[in-house]
């Protein structure tokens, strides 16, 4: 990719917002070029050409897949080959701490106190919260220690979840990017401020006045999980859609209302501004979703806006940020964390580490962990059409597969000492036999609204 670019390789560790500039583009396709920024969580003005690059090639130069059925359906295949591959998936236990001794992982202990000891701990929590809450900085060489506090999370991403009443099956299978206007493309300057005002909150102390300049100005993304698939029973009613609109937002507590609170008790959804500002924030997403299908506005039948709070109270991310460390250039690529730490026996995995935010992103660096825990070449074995799982462990999906009920009710008790546990479903990991694999995640899945 770096020869075939040329002249411009140097802009390769530069803000994607520096290339487009230096091409000379107008400030209108600059900022048509840069909503899907949104899409690593972050803006042109700090991700990295690196990000922008790896992400076009994937996604325009390689086109993408979803998965039939949903993506629900890959964590209900990944639960099933754990557990029949003997491995226990343990849900609500929350880990409270990696134990560390000489330098070398000894386990976990979750919140009740219950300690499963482990020689092989994998974490795919935060690596700000794995580092400075769950591992503690006393065991990090100052070096570490200094590069942990300079790390810097990326925007929390907010969604949107609706449930219409109408029927989008003529319309293009497709994803969108919706513009409200071009009112802030009328110059570097006015998108500039527009980034500053609306996705950082910056200059608001009023957190509804900043909601409504965010509903009628912020671009959003936009996907329906029944257009994608239309053959998948579960995601809405025949002649009704799930529409789900997605984009970043500033994480400051004061302006959407839940300063102050235990996010973690949930009590801030009670608070009559956060459900105000919500409500703003939805209205504002439903104008999107009118852009693309027209009418659909009017036929609302269910939603729910999931916030920087929700983000933070139901997965544990520092500053509600799903997509862990910002794509800027000093965090791009081989800059980011490998799956390998100082610590004997503790590995890292998710969207902090060097192969980047989402789904794949995720689980490419699992394939990783796996590698160097094991000593195997798994990427190159898999990339040679081999497949880890033993097949005849595996049950045949009916039609009509839920994944969803499928991933429910995996418990809390704790396992026989012979059995391996992996906890890797939003809750914490460990397990019980000494020569296991332990493996920490978010926080427990916690029911209700957001």
Known sequence: MLRAAGWAAPYVLMPYISLMVTCGLKPRTIMALSVDAGAQASTPLALSVLAQAVYLDNYIGGGSYFPKGGGQMLAAGFAEVIRSHGGIIRTNSEVEKILIEGGKVTGVRLEHGEIIKATTVVSDADIIRTYTDLVGLEHLSRTMQARVKTWRMSHPLINGYFGIEQDISATPNSNYFAIPNWDDARSLFALARMSRSVVHGRGHTDGAAWARQFAARQPMFLQSSTRRDPTNVHSAPAGNAAIEVQTIAPYDPKIWGFDGYDVASGEYRKDKAYREI????????????????????????????????????????????????????????????????????????????????????????????????????????????????????????????????ACRGFGTAAPAPDEVL??????????????SVGCVGGLPSRRGRR
């Open 278 to 405: 919500k409500k703003i924030v939805i209205d504002g997403m439903l104008d999107r979703i009118e852009q693309v299908y027209p009418g659909a506005s009017s036929k609302v039948k269910w939603s729910e806006l999931a916030s920087p709070a929700s983000q933070q109270r139901f997965v544990g991310n520092t500053g509600g940020a799903p997509f862990g460390l910002e794509g800027t250039p000093d965090q791009a690529g081989p800059l980011r964390p490998g799956t390998r730490t100082s610590i004997d026996g503790l590995f890292l995995v998710g969207t902090d580490t060097a192969w980047g935010p989402g789904t794949e992103g995720a689980m490419i660096s699992g394939v990783h962990a796996a590698a160097a825990i094991l000593g195997r070449d798994l990427p190159g074995e898999i990339h040679a059409g081999a497949v880890i799982a033993d097949r005849t462990r595996l049950t045949t999906w009916d039609p009509d597969f839920d994944p969803l009920n």
């Open 422 to 435: 992996l906890r890797c479903t939003g809750s914490p990991h460990g397990a019980s036999d000494p020569s």
